[in-house]
């Protein structure tokens, strides 16, 4: 008898978005403790890019020298409980969740029940399936890493993205002062946010503004470590989250950042962020109170996957993009 087989989108090797397309595959099967969803949503991160692509130096991290072993990417996702292993507690058949999962762009994907939480029916599947990954970075950056307090004035740098967007909504709900860095045709959106200030990058340069922050977030900026050294007030914290130049970002805020921490600053990078069901948990009572809403730039159908990724790949994304099932 022939198993229950699902729609997916699949790749066999690594490359441009063209090695992806669609494949009939066998419909996964829950173990004991993971949760069977019948996906609705997915996100696009850029790991998944990586994971895409796979750069000589990431293939030993995307699994795999020669050939990628994950055939499936994304792993953010929003959807409908399908069917539960014998040791789920947390979850019954119907519900509605959203979180990290194994393989979600396909109709049907598995995810550990510690992993999901349940999805706020004030957001879309849409929405929800673009909080894991760039939520919970931007929340352990802000709240673990840099000690964000209320009254602190905040400068986010590269605060249009996934993360940067999170970034901003996150910092305000703390009760900062924050301030968005973007560019013209993400000024609006920024204010949208809940930016108290924005400043276009293309007009002004907030290193030579004489401003002081009490934490510098770099989300997608191209500074080096010592780029934001100055920005920063007596005791402030820099974290570099992420970068448009992100190897050499990393490399230089490792060698340089323990060096340049004296007389109360504090610069360094947050680590890789750590998903877990708590702070997915702080991200859903965000999103129930309306302190953060996801924004969603381009919406595609599962057939439009490959469109999708090319998109994305243009490096131009506002906020998420977003797929369909």
Same mark, same amino acid.
């Given at each position: ?111 550990? &029940? ?170 859903? &009572? ?30 131009? /994304?506002?906020?998420?993009? /977003?797929?369909?099932?």
């Amino acid at each position: 008898m022939r198993p229950p087989w699902m729609k997916a989108i699949v790749r066999k090797e690594y490359g441009s978005p063209d090695v992806l397309h669609p494949k009939e595959v066998e419909k996964p099967t829950p173990t004991d403790g993971e949760v069977l969803l019948r996906v609705r949503a997915a996100s696009i991160n850029k790991s998944d890019w990586f994971q895409l692509t796979a750069p000589s130096v990431m293939r030993l991290l995307a699994g795999g020298l020669r050939r990628p072993k994950r055939q499936i990417l994304l792993s953010d996702v929003a959807g409908q409980v399908e069917a539960v292993g014998k040791n789920v507690k947390s979850f019954q058949p119907g519900d509605e969740v959203f979180g990290d999962a194994h393989w979600g762009l396909a109709e049907y994907a598995c995810a550990r &029940e510690d992993l999901l939480v349940p999805k706020p029916t004030n957001v879309s599947f849409e929405q929800a399936a673009c909080v894991p990954v760039a939520g919970i970075t931007a929340l352990q950056g802000l709240r673990d890493k840099g000690k964000v307090q209320p009254g602190q004035k905040v400068l986010i740098d590269g605060a249009s993205g996934g993360v940067g967007c999170f970034a901003v909504q996150i910092a305000k709900s703390f009760g900062a002062e924050v301030t968005a860095v973007c560019s013209t045709r993400n000024l609006e959106q920024a204010g949208q946010m809940g930016a108290d200030h924005v400043i276009d990058y293309t007009k002004e340069d907030f290193g030579k503004n004489g401003q002081k922050y009490d934490l510098i977030a770099g989300v997608n900026g191209d500074r080096s470590v010592l780029g934001y050294r100055d920005s920063l007030g007596p005791k402030g914290t820099y974290v570099m989250i992420g970068g448009s130049k992100v190897l050499g970002q990393l490399i230089g805020t490792a060698l340089l950042g323990p060096l340049l921490s004296t007389g109360g600053r504090k610069m360094g990078f947050m680590g890789v962020a750590k998903l877990n069901q708590k702070d997915l948990l702080a991200l859903k &009572e965000l999103l129930q109170e309306g302190k953060i809403k996801p924004l969603i730039d381009r919406s595609y159908p599962l057939d439009e996957s490959v469109d999708a990724f090319r998109y994305f790949g243009e490096g131009h /994304v506002r906020s998420k993009v /977003v797929i369909t099932i």
